[in-house]
């Protein structure tokens, strides 16, 4: 297949992407941290689609990108309160919170009865998670192979493998954060943007 480039900022082009992703075809998406390769959440075979242009191991979850915090009970379940302080301190912004996993949320995004969730701190982003829904969005490499900051990086790595990209010129360069709630007290699993001093100036960390 030919991989498509739309212009984030031309008229149209992010209701395109969220129009191609509700047709289950695979759209890499600039986010505020690195670009990213999106599916809808909810449908497994997108999601497994997904898996395969990476060539990514199926036993590696894939976070959920939202557009708020509304659609956090979209996705989880009894969701700790240590959680939802980080959610009010950091999001939008570089930080993926793992919590307890929402029935119905395919086995192919999460396998265990988590779920790492974030809302990304970039405008054009949010714009289209809020067209689409919660997107299972991993970053838009082949694995093991270094994360994009540039639509131009995607190309390189999955022309071909995948729909579109959004082009939104160039991103942070360093994945988000991410910190599991989903027991207490909370442990940070991939260190990022967001600091463990940041972090420990709202909640107790292991």
Known sequence: ?????????????VERAAHMLSEHRLVAIPTDT??????????????????RAKERPLDKAIAVL?????????????????????????????????????????DVVSGGATVGLRVPALDVTRRLLALTGPLAVTSANRSGQTSPRSAQEVL??????????LDGGQTGGVP?????????PPSIVRAG???EAQLRAVVRLA
């Open 176 to 184: 988000s954060t991410v910190v599991d709630c989903s027991y207490t």
């Open 193 to 195: 943007p967001i600091s």
């Open 1 to 13: 297949m030919r991989t498509i480039v739309l212009q984030a900022d031309e008229s149209g082009a």
């Open 34 to 51: 690195v670009y990213g390769l999106g599916a809808l959440a909810f449908n497994a075979d997108d999601v497994a689609a997904l898996y």
């Open 156 to 165: 390189g790595q999955l022309e071909g493998r995948i729909h579109a990209v």
């Open 66 to 106: 939202l557009a708020d915090t509304s659609m956090v009970d979209l996705v989880a379940d009894h969701v700790p309160d240590v959680a939802r302080r980080l959610m009010d301190k950091f999001w939008p912004g570089a930080l993926t919170v793992i919590v307890p996993k929402r029935m119905g949320v395919p």
